[in-house]
C-alpha cells in the first residue's frame, strides 16, 4: 500500500479526516511500511501535536 500520496495531501490541506486516519491505521498495521512513509508519519504526528494540521471529521 502507498500512503505517500495521502500523506501528501493531508500536508497540503492540513486537515487530517477520519477516513485518512483508518488508511493509515491500516497500513501501520500490515507493517510493510518503508523508512521513508514512516518519516512522512512522523511529519502527521508533529503537525497534530504542535496544532500545524487540523483533525477534521468527513461530512
Known amino acids: 500500500m502507498n500512503i505517500?500520496?495521502?500523506i501528501y495531501?493531508?500536508?497540503v490541506?492540513?486537515?487530517f479526516t477520519s477516513?485518512?486516519?483508518?488508511?493509515?491505521k491500516s497500513a501501520l498495521l500490515e507493517g510493510?511500511?518503508?523508512?521513508?512513509?514512516?518519516?512522512?508519519m512522523?511529519?502527521?504526528?508533529?503537525?497534530?501535536?504542535?496544532?500545524l494540521l487540523m483533525l477534521a471529521d468527513q461530512v
Open 4 to 6: 505517500e500520496p495521502t
Open 9 to 11: 495531501q493531508i500536508l
Open 13 to 15: 490541506s492540513r486537515k
Open 19 to 24: 477516513s485518512d486516519r483508518e488508511m493509515l
Open 32 to 40: 510493510t511500511l518503508t523508512d521513508s512513509e514512516y518519516d512522512l
Open 42 to 51: 512522523d511529519r502527521l504526528f508533529y503537525g497534530v501535536r504542535h496544532g
